[in-house]
């Protein structure tokens, strides 16, 4: 009998235990992913990493790949699933797919160690939270990420469950695919090492389950070794992590003689449940109902009838471990804490926290719980209000890429000179160019040309990723000069991705440098013909 069991009352199991109600939310999440894969233009992170797929062999996609901020599965993956097709739904699918097997997942699990109620509502929440859905509608880590740690959680509690060494050597497989997918996965592996030890000692497993874990996890430990002499190093070498740690992740770092220690841990934990959520009323109750989770994880005191089943004090360190080790990271400067989607992973650890909060509560009539539930998650879909960078859904409609592209082909002539952003010109080449513009690897010169069929782009590299709008007018002199460009020579701004958030002040200011009659479409899409002076 598993913490839960024991101490839940009988009001607690009103949500219907018909395979209906199941089949209802993994189809309904199933079908949100699929149509937003369908609707959306890919963003430059999802471009990026079709480009870094795209190269001729296998070789060039994995070194292409060490270049970047993540490990390579991902990339090779897409090197082969891309013979099927490069448009944004297959590139999307895998994505998909795996997001919606880690709700399946989450849910055998949370069930195993709590019960059907509880599990039900932790699936609606990761079938229908708007982050969730964004993730595994992107062709990113994360919805493989999310499987894996997932899968790897669930095998573990089987293999000590039921003795079974298979089932922990299938963990570790588990782990080894998160590891190299992801880095985050380096703080799940901890968390997950430290419980499985609490779990080994207390539950005692047979000899050959332990030893099935101790090799392992020393294959885990030699595999984050690799990775890091492989890439991690490298990246280090180059400066990515404290560009990326001092720019838009800054807010996410704890700075010391800059931010307060109290402060720091209140407001990025409030962050994490409002990108969870995408909203931040509806973020802070969910908060609070995780608190309420742990603490009546804490204060229950019954131990299983099955001594192979955690207690509910390990349960709650589970839960719990991840944020404080990646609180601790982003005090040391090692790994961002906040609302973003590099914690991601998180997303399942605190849906499990808010469902069995929800469950203790004794306030809840059999009719309230799927009521509150259903209409906080509709609010959070109809009315979002994540934590920026984002762009919205609406804004990203492939019709709006569409008119975008077509409008420069009706309106630049043969000849003309765009000037773009580095995520800009991943969406060129995506969406426009023949071929990539940029090269994967950070550049030395401040300004990249590219031929783009009958046009020539010009790619400001200097900064990590977009214009940045305190230095653009000497960017836009510093360019003429570099090229030669008259006084009246005209040129076809180009922005599309993660625009400045102050897009009117932006807007405004290009006026100011010659840009006439911007065109907008959508928030996220900008094209404007400037006069250069």
């Not at 089943?309 to 589970?318: E, I, K, Y």
């Not at 043969?414 to 994967?440: E, H, K, N, W």
């Not at 959508?522 to 094209?527: D, Q, T």
Request: charged letters at 15%; hydrophobic letters at 45%.
């Amino acid at each position: 009998m598993t913490f839960s069991r024991t101490s839940t009352k009988p009001q607690t199991r009103t949500v219907s235990d018909s395979g209906a109600l199941l089949l209802f939310l993994l189809a309904g999440g199933l079908a949100a992913r699929l149509l937003l894969a369908h609707l959306t233009f890919l963003n430059p992170d999802e471009v990026l990493h079709y480009l870094l797929s795209a190269e001729p062999s296998f070789d060039m996609a994995y070194k292409a790949s060490l270049t970047t901020a993540h490990p390579p599965l991902l990339i090779v993956l897409l090197h082969y699933w891309r013979l099927l097709g490069n448009s944004e739904f297959v590139l999307r699918l895998p994505s998909v797919l795996a997001g919606t097997a880690f709700c399946w997942i989450m849910f055998l699990w949370l069930q195993r160690m709590t019960d059907r109620t509880t599990a039900l509502i932790g699936l609606s929440l990761l079938s229908f939270s708007p982050s969730l859905i964004s993730l595994s509608a992107e062709n990113r880590q994360y919805s493989l990420l999310m499987f894996f740690c997932a899968s790897s959680l669930y095998s573990l509690e089987r293999a000590i469950g039921e003795n079974s060494a298979g089932m922990m050597l299938l963990s570790s497989l588990s782990l080894y695919l998160a590891l190299l997918t992801h880095y985050s996965s380096f703080i799940f592996a901890l968390t997950l090492g430290i419980y499985a030890l609490v779990r080994v000692r207390t539950s005692k497993p047979r000899t050959r389950v332990v030893v099935a874990w101790i090799v392992g996890q020393l294959g885990a430990l030699g595999l984050c070794a690799f990775l890091y002499v492989s890439q991690i190093s490298r990246l280090k070498s180059r400066g990515l992590p404290s560009e990326i740690a001092n720019t838009w992740l800054r807010a996410s770092i704890f700075h010391s003689g800059q931010d307060h220690f109290v402060t720091f841990c209140v407001r990025n934990t409030v962050r994490l449940f409002r990108y969870f959520f995408s909203h931040g009323t509806i973020g802070v109750v969910a908060l609070l109902l995780f608190v309420l989770g742990i603490v009546s994880l804490l204060r229950d005191k019954i131990s299983p009838q099955d001594p192979r089943n955690p207690t509910s004090r390990q349960s709650a360190l589970l839960l719990g471990l991840p944020f404080l080790i990646t609180l601790s990271a982003a005090f040391a400067g090692l790994y961002p804490y906040g609302g973003t989607r590099h914690d991601a992973l998180f997303a399942g650890f605190a849906m499990a926290g808010v469902s069995i909060g929800l469950t203790r509560l004794e306030v809840w009539k059999k009719w309230l719980t799927p009521t509150a539930v259903a209409g906080a998650l509709l609010i959070c879909n109809l009315f979002p209000s994540p934590t920026p960078p984002f762009i919205l859904p609406k804004n990203q409609n492939r019709k709006l890429m569409n008119e975008a592209t077509n409008f420069l082909r009706s309106s630049a002539p043969p000849g003309s000179v765009f000037f773009t952003d580095y995520q800009g010109a991943l969406v060129l080449s995506y969406y426009f160019c023949p071929a990539r513009l940029v090269p994967f690897e950070q550049p030395q010169r401040s300004f990249l040309k590219s031929d783009c069929g009958t046009y020539q782009v010009v790619t400001f590299t200097k900064t990590i990723w977009s214009f940045e709008p305190a230095i653009f007018p000497n960017t836009l002199r510093e360019m003429q000069q570099t090229y030669g460009l008259g006084s009246d020579a005209t040129v076809w701004l180009f922005q599309a991705g993660w625009i400045n958030e102050n897009e009117d002040k932006w807007i405004a200011e290009l006026k100011q440098y010659g840009c006439h009659e911007p065109r907008n479409f959508g928030p996220n899409i900008l094209i404007c013909q400037m006069t250069l002076r």
